[in-house]
């Protein structure tokens, strides 16, 4: 079985104060750690399991810039076979769709059983690239897929849907599945792990190697473009409790036995 | 006449809220560009939701066929691809819910309509729409523009982001459309629905939750949480990184793909307010945030915020309560 998955770095936001910067069109990055889009994260676990089960190989793609080459090792590190990163200045500002559609090309020139993406990027949450990848490639696809059961030339996936429903659905390879978190347990990596796949080549592709025209990628192969960046409304927003901790507590302790009918 | 087109969502017999969420704001788009506002239900045997959503619009589109009794992409992508080339509405509007984040991508690839996903707001200007996404998980708003010319636009809305608002009635009219389906076969298939197994807690009866999310950081520290709801009469609940990672079982998970829960009070501690988690515990009486992280979006939803460190302030927290109860 020959699995692709694609990946993307991302900054670790949920933690961190961010800051808009001068152009008011990106996020201060300076400072920000960053790491595997934490839906890739199962993606890539699972393609692992299955190699693990079934045999034959792993591939990472990333479009991204030089940093990306980070989590490609992360994902080598994991036991992926190769990496690959699309890079070229054409690429710049593309969105969701612009994205698929430089991947979907590179993914064109791979055989392949099954391609794996994540549910959803944590920076941009478009959710879009993996279907997009599907539709260009004119394979099947599931997305939000929390169990994968693989079968003779098939794969029955189970999708999640609203409120603990899942629906399970089956589809021939070769598929698209955008995988949800908890699926699995993403392995750890040492840092020894790290070092051990520091030297492997990460093959970069451009634009001249992937078939496209300048203006079918980056800005102006994208659909939308961003205006601004602003900070949500606060609206009522809420009342910030201030004090020492104990005064804290006993506000806590009021609005439990006012609200909350705390005996 | 400019048309804006709506696809209804529906699962089990049911109308799915966003429905009602879309018809509301394609009702608004549409007055604001003089058009006229369509639904498209795709279904079988679905006359009796036609009916439902009939005076909410200029119109139903009504799609039935036996292979659309459940949702499947690829029928969708049939059906709304004949329907959006023949009537080319200015602006197709679809939830941004595992249902159109599923098929939206993809039909809007294939029609090669340019497409904005998970919005939480829409404008009309002039012959375009701007559109406002987040990103980072809710804590910065991005103005979106559309950069390729239409006539048509696609956008997938997010859940919750516009209310339903009664408005007088439509004439409104059901037109039948007979189905492009034919018995050629599909690679995917739809097999069955299973309910998620979620083991014995029921959160949704409680009169005060204590959610506890990933800034818990490890499984070690959930205890010191569970003491504070033992202290206050409490049910443990969390986020979905903490049922991710085994660390409570799955019937504690509040959100979109959890439980949609509305104790009187409830308490968010190391949460950062993604709309997926706060879908399913806005409608609670009283929210209390705790969060290191003052522009946490969970502030924007809570009345009581507590900026602090929760390692140290839940058991100050508890402590006290216990004095105080005595
Ligand atoms: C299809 C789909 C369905 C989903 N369904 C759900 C769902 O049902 N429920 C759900 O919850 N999520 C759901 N999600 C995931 C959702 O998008 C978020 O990833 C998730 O809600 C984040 O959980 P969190 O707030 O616990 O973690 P994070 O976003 O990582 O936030 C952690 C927070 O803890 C704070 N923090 C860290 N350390 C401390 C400290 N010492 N003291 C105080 N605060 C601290 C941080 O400032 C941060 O705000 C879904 C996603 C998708 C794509
Ligand atoms: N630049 C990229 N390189 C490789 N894969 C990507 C890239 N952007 C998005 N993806 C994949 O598409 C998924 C969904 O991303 P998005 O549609 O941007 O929310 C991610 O989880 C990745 O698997």
């Known amino acids: 079985m020959n699995i692709i998955v694609c990946i993307k770095r991302v900054p670790d936001t949920a933690d961190a104060d961010i800051s808009i910067d001068k152009s008011g069109k990106d996020i201060d990055k300076s400072g920000l750690a960053f790491d595997l889009n934490e839906w890739d994260s199962y993606a890539i676990e699972e393609a692992i399991l299955l190699k693990e089960k079934f045999g034959g190989t792993v591939t990472v793609y990333s479009l991204g810039g030089e940093d990306s080459n980070e989590s490609l090792r992360k994902c080598l590190a994991m036991g992926a076979d190769d990496a690959i990163r699309l890079s070229d200045p054409a690429f710049a500002g593309g969105d969701g769709y612009a994205t698929a559609r430089a991947l979907a090309e590179a993914l064109r020139q791979k055989p392949f059983d099954l391609i794996l993406t994540g549910t959803q990027a944590e920076d941009d949450g478009f959710g879009q690239v993996g279907a997009v990848i599907a539709e260009m490639l004119s394979i099947p696809h599931v997305s939000i897929v929390n169990r994968i059961e693989v079968q003779e030339k098939k794969v029955k996936a189970h999708r999640e849907l609203e409120g603990g429903l899942e629906e399970v659905v089956e589809v021939d390879l070769p598929a698209l599945l955008t995988i949800q978190t908890g699926i699995n347990e993403p392995r750890y990596v040492s840092i020894m792990g790290i070092r051990k796949v520091a030297k492997k080549e990460i093959k970069v592709l451009g634009l001249s190697d992937l078939n496209l025209k300048p203006e079918e990628v980056g800005l102006s192969g994208s659909d939308i473009q961003l205006e601004n960046l602003f900070l949500p409304p606060v609206g009522e927003g809420a009342e910030m409790m201030e004090g020492k901790p104990e005064e804290i507590a006993q506000k806590v302790f009021e609005i439990l036995k006012d609200k909350g009918g705390m005996a | ?326």
């Open chain 2, 1 to 326: 006449m400019k048309e804006i087109m709506i696809v209804a969502e529906h699962r089990r017999g049911e109308l799915r809220d966003v429905t009602w969420e879309l018809i509301s704001k394609g009702r608004q788009l549409s007055e604001a560009i003089q058009g006229e506002l369509s639904v498209a239900l795709l279904g079988k045997g679905v006359t009796s939701l036609a009916e439902a959503l009939k005076f909410k619009a200029n119109r139903v589109l009504l799609i039935e066929d036996d292979r659309l009794e459940y949702y499947n992409s690829e029928t969708y992508e049939r059906v709304l691809t004949q329907l959006i080339t023949e009537r080319k509405p200015v602006l197709t509007m679809i939830g941004h819910t595992a249902t159109g984040m599923d098929f939206a991508p993809g039909l809007a690839a294939h029609l090669k309509l340019p497409l904005a996903t998970d919005c939480i707001g829409i404008d009309a200007k002039e012959d375009t729409f701007s559109v406002i996404r987040q990103i980072y998980g809710g804590k910065i708003n991005a103005a979106v523009s559309f950069l390729k010319k239409g006539p048509s636009y696609m956008v997938t809305v997010r859940a919750g982001a516009f209310p339903f608002v009664e408005k007088e009635p439509l004439p409104g009219e059901v037109i039948s459309i007979p189905s492009p389906l034919t018995d050629e076969g599909l690679a995917r298939r739809f097999l069955q629905y299973v309910e998620a197994a979620t083991g014995e807690v029921d959160i949704t009866q409680a009169d005060i939750l204590v959610a506890v999310g990933r800034g818990i950081k490890d499984a070690d520290s959930i205890p010191m949480v569970k003491e504070l709801a033992d202290t206050i009469g409490g049910v443990l609940a969390c986020s979905r990184p903490v049922v991710d990672k085994k660390w409570l079982p799955k019937g504690c998970q509040v959100g979109t793909s959890g439980k949609t829960v509305k104790p009187k009070v409830y308490i968010a501690i190391g949460i950062s307010g993604a709309f997926q988690h706060v879908a399913g515990m806005k409608g609670s009486g009283t929210i209390i945030a705790i969060n290191k992280d003052p522009k946490a979006p969970i502030f924007s939803v809570a009345q009581y915020g507590i900026v602090a460190d929760l390692f140290k302030i839940v058991p100050v927290i508890k402590d006290k309560i216990k004095e105080l109860k005595k």
